[in-house]
């Protein structure tokens, strides 16, 4: 990145990330949540709205952070036009750094997924213990919604889910061609 290019944290939440970047000295950032509650808490400079429409004009940002967001956005229209949205604000060359929980082959995770695949008709979507609805993906998926950035770095890792349930994660570091 260069000096002075603003940085986008979408789907920002309590502004973890945001403390977090501002610390190493990126000085620029921004928080973009669609959920109205987190805001009281929120450190920084947040816009209410949703990622997939993006209230930025074009090629404002030098860089993307969604961190947990996918796992929010169910349907496969929405998470497309998410990551045209990203394409669209990021600077050309501007960097995408995406985590997101992957399906994982437990049999506590398997067995929602089934449930949720007969409820919402995808294999992924399930109702967690705490009654949200989320969306674990395949690869494939990511891989597709991605298809206009350049992949840097692809990492699976196992993650914890909020209900505390070990799961498998990603975390991907991309660009805008
Ligand atoms: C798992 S939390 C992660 C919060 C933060 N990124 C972090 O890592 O601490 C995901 C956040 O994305 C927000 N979110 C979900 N769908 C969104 C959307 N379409 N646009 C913007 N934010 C969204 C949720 O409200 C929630 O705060």
């Not at 816009?47 to 956005?73: H, L």
């Not at 600077?91 to 449930?115: A, P, T, V, W």
């Amino acid at each position: 990145m260069r000096p002075g290019e603003l940085v986008l944290d979408i789907g920002s939440g309590y502004g973890r990330v945001l403390v977090y970047l501002e610390q190493k000295g990126f000085e620029h950032v921004f928080g973009l949540e669609s959920d109205f509650r987190y805001f009281k808490k929120n450190p920084l400079s947040v816009v209410c709205g949703r990622g997939e429409q993006a209230p930025f004009k074009d090629e404002s940002f030098g860089a993307v952070f969604s961190i947990g967001v996918f796992s929010y956005i169910l349907e496969d229209q929405k998470r497309m036009q998410l990551s045209n949205e990203i394409q669209r604000i990021l600077k050309s060359r501007g960097f995408l750094f995406l985590s997101c929980f992957m399906i994982s082959g437990d049999e506590y995770h398997q067995n929602k997924y089934r449930e949720g695949q007969k409820e919402y008709g995808t294999f992924g979507i399930f109702e967690s213990d705490s009654r949200g609805i989320f969306r674990h993906s395949r690869e494939n998926e990511l891989r597709e919604l991605l298809n206009k950035f350049r992949i840097l770095s692809w990492k699976t890792r196992p993650f914890m889910t909020m209900n505390k349930r070990p799961a498998s994660g990603v975390i991907i570091e991309a660009q805008k061609h």
